[in-house]
């Protein structure tokens, strides 16, 4: 289905957004997006650009799209770190402006599609192309910071690593969304973390690797969430702990239902089944069957 195949209210977005569409496309997305982080790939490039702390690497290439910025904004964006953790990305504009840590993105990401040879071929990312360009260039970009500066990179020559930015674009946007919501319902940094391993979307272990919360602060989120009754004293999530989470991501689906509007649901849902095939590489590749970073 082309975006000329879409009803006019589907493509005006003068048809109600269903949130399951907009669940479905999000998912793809955050499928879609999330090899970059995992891919060995990105490593090579941060190393040829004189950095070899992953941490510190992830932080300048996420970062990179909104300049050179100090450690404490890109804190602010990522929202879920510590400050301990981003403080390890001092240094890395000195290694590199951002401008080159972005051209090194992309000749990752564009060196892992075709590593694990994803399947797109020239009409498909053009049908994709049409449904996800009218996205980003209509979008509301007010309070999303990583999504306005993903949005303001020159796209890349390379008809697959564009359509890879195009996505990182949305998935800021709902990422950047979901902040929002998070903080309307007074989950700080840590505690959305906590409750975010609690119910099993992100293994522990990694969360406090990465993010880098001490045991003071962790053990004082987790009490914040039991006080909630959001975990139990064992700090197993309970079923109000649940419906909590559930409620704010169908609060996101709802910010991010304007996002879609202007494909509309069969466009979103279109869209998704389209990048399909760079999580299926991936998958097969054994290569990013990873939890989601946020």
């Keep these: 289905m082309h975006l000329d195949a879409l009803s006019d209210s589907a493509r005006t977005g003068d048809a109600p957004m269903s949130l399951d ?11 879609a997006h999330q090899f970059i982080y995992f891919a060995p790939e990105s490593a090579e490039e941060a190393a040829g650009l004189g950095v070899t702390d992953r941490g510190a690497a992830y932080l300048a290439f ?43 993105r992309f000749l990752a990401a564009g060196r892992a599609m075709r590593r694990v040879d994803v399947q797109l071929t020239e009409g498909h990312l053009a049908e994709a192309r049409s449904l996800i360009d009218p996205v980003v260039a209509g979008a509301d970009y007010a309070g ?40 309307d319902n007074g989950l700080g940094p840590c505690d959305c973390l906590v409750l975010h391993t609690a119910t099993g979307r992100l293994p522990t272990a990694l969360a406090r690797a990465t993010r880098q919360w001490d045991d ?35 609060e996101t689906d709802r910010h991010c239902a304007a996002l879609w509007a202007p494909i509309g649901s069969a466009g979103a849902r279109r869209f998704a089944s389209l990048i399909v095939p ?10 990013a069957h990873r939890p989601t970073i946020n």
């Design 21 to 31: 569409a907009v669940r479905q496309v999000s998912r793809a997305v955050s499928a």
């Design 62 to 104: 996420r970062s990179a799209a909104m300049g050179a910025v100090p450690w404490q904004v890109t804190l602010a964006a990522f929202y879920n770190f510590s400050p301990r953790a981003v403080r390890a990305m001092a240094g890395v504009w000195d290694a590199a402006p951002p401008e080159r840590w972005q051209a090194a």
């Design 144 to 183: 999303k910071v990583l999504a306005a500066a993903n949005a303001s990179v020159v796209l890349p020559p390379d008809p697959l690593v564009a359509l890879w930015q195009q996505i990182t674009v949305v998935r800021e946007w709902r990422g950047d969304a979901h902040l929002v919501v998070l903080a």
């Design 216 to 250: 003071e602060e962790w053990d004082a989120a987790t009490a914040r969430l039991v006080a909630r009754g959001w975990l139990d004293s064992d700090g197993v999530v309970t079923d109000a702990g649940s419906a909590a989470r559930e409620r704010i991501e169908v």
């Design 278 to 287: 760079i999580t299926d590489a991936f998958t097969a590749a054994d290569d």
